[in-house]
C-alpha cells in the first residue's frame, strides 16, 4: 500500500486532490492543512510521496520539503504552485530534488499520470537500493573468503572458459 501525503492550506484543495488521487490503485491518502501537523505526522509513519503546497501561511512549500527531507530523504517529493516563476522552478528542482511541479488550476490527468509514474519510479529505485545493498554484502563476504583463502576469488581462464589451476586445467 501507497502512503501519499497531501499539504495544502486550503481545504478545498485537499479535497480535491483527495477525491483525485483516490483513483490511485494500492495507494492510502494523509492531508493537512498544516504542514507542522505533517511532519509530526512523518516522525512516525514513512510515506512515499509528498504533495507540498508552495505557498501556505506557516511556512512556505520549500521550507516544509527541506524539513521533509530531514526526516525521509527518500520520499518523493511533488510541489503544487499558483505561481509560474521560471527560477524559482528551477531553483526549487534543483535544491530538493523535486520530482515535479504541479501548476495550478491542474489537469486531473496529468496529475494522476505524475504520481502513478513517480510511484514506480520510487518502487525501482528501492528495488535498486535493496539489491545494491545486497551486492555490497556479498563483497564483504568475498573479501573475508579471501583474507582465509588468499588467491580463491582469483580465478584464471583459459579461451575456452576453462579454469586454469597454475596451467593446468581443474
Not at 10 to 27: F, N, P, Q
Not at 67 to 91: E, F, H, N, R, W
Not at 115 to 132: P, T
Request: hydrophobic letters at 45%; charged letters at 30%; aromatic letters at 8%.
Amino acid at each position: 500500500m501507497y502512503k501519499l501525503v497531501v499539504v495544502d492550506d486550503e481545504e478545498s484543495i485537499l479535497k480535491a486532490l483527495g477525491r483525485l488521487l483516490s483513483r490511485v490503485k494500492d495507494a492510502r491518502i494523509y492531508s493537512f492543512t498544516n504542514p507542522v501537523d505533517c511532519l509530526e505526522f512523518l516522525d512516525n509513519t514513512p510515506v512515499d510521496l509528498v504533495i507540498s503546497d508552495y505557498k501556505m501561511p506557516v511556512m512556505t512549500g520549500i521550507e516544509f520539503l527541506e524539513q521533509v527531507l530531514l526526516k525521509q530523504d527518500d520520499v518523493i517529493k511533488v510541489m503544487l504552485t499558483a505561481y509560474a516563476d521560471l527560477q524559482l522552478l528551477l531553483d526549487v528542482v534543483n535544491k530538493l530534488d523535486l520530482y515535479r511541479f504541479i501548476i495550478k488550476p491542474w489537469k486531473n490527468e496529468y496529475v494522476l499520470s505524475c504520481v502513478e509514474n513517480a510511484l514506480r519510479w520510487r518502487k525501482v529505485f528501492l528495488e535498486n537500493k535493496a539489491l545494491s545493498r545486497e551486492l555490497k554484502k556479498r563483497e564483504l563476504m568475498l573479501m573475508e573468503i579471501e583474507k582465509r583463502y588468499p588467491g580463491i576469488t582469483k580465478l584464471k581462464i583459459d579461451s575456452m572458459g576453462a579454469i586454469v589451476d597454475d596451467d593446468e586445467e581443474i
